[in-house]
């Protein structure tokens, strides 16, 4: 990904399940904005058949609504982060105070309430190894109401794209 990249998803939402539908002119506007983040307005009401004026107001409503975000998206091995891990926790209790010191921690990216195995999924993006164990072992494991936890440790990253909500 690159400056500019679309994320079409608001990390910060408590629940995305209740997010009202987007038509599909808002829809082409996302795809548009998928593929460069810093296309002019202009640009996009020529593809999607609306304004400039038009384009814009429905992007500062899909931003208002949190349907999307417009980020710089960077690759963590070029900003010297080396390390990246799916954990799967389990929870004694409430999830809700761990899910929130999760969320509060910068290493952690991803936080994901599930059914299954694990209480909750987490992605972590670290330095290295050392940032990781310390991480993990004097950060995750000693919240209140953690039960485990189990590591994924990527490899090798082979697709990362934010183009759902568009296909």
């Known amino acids: 990904?690159?400056?500019?990249?679309?994320?079409t998803r608001n990390p910060e939402a408590k629940n995305l399940t209740s997010a009202q539908p987007v038509d599909a002119v808002s829809l082409a506007i996302i795809?548009?904005?998928?593929?460069?983040g810093r296309r002019p307005y202009a640009a996009i009401g020529k593809a999607v058949g609306l304004s400039e004026a038009a384009v814009r107001q429905r992007v500062q409503k899909l931003l208002d609504q949190g349907v999307m975000q417009i980020v710089a998206v960077t690759d963590p091995?070029?900003?010297g982060l080396r390390r990246q891990a799916m954990i799967g926790i389990n929870v004694e209790g409430d999830l809700d105070p761990v899910a929130d010191a999760l969320t509060a921690m910068d290493?952690?990216?991803?936080?994901?309430?599930?059914?299954?195995?694990?209480?909750?999924?987490?992605?972590?993006?670290?330095?290295?190894?050392d940032h990781l164990l310390e991480t993990i072992n004097k950060r995750v494991r000693t919240l209140p109401g953690v039960r485990s936890t189990e590591s994924?440790?990527?490899?090798?990253?082979?697709?990362?794209?934010?183009t759902w909500g568009t296909r």
């Open 77 to 79: 091995l070029t900003v």
């Open 152 to 162: 994924f440790v990527y490899l090798k990253l082979r697709k990362q794209t934010y």
């Open 1 to 7: 990904m690159h400056s500019g990249d679309v994320a």
């Open 31 to 36: 795809e548009q904005l998928q593929e460069d």
């Open 107 to 129: 290493e952690v990216e991803y936080v994901v309430v599930t059914a299954g195995s694990f209480d909750l999924l987490i992605e972590i993006v670290c330095e290295d190894d």
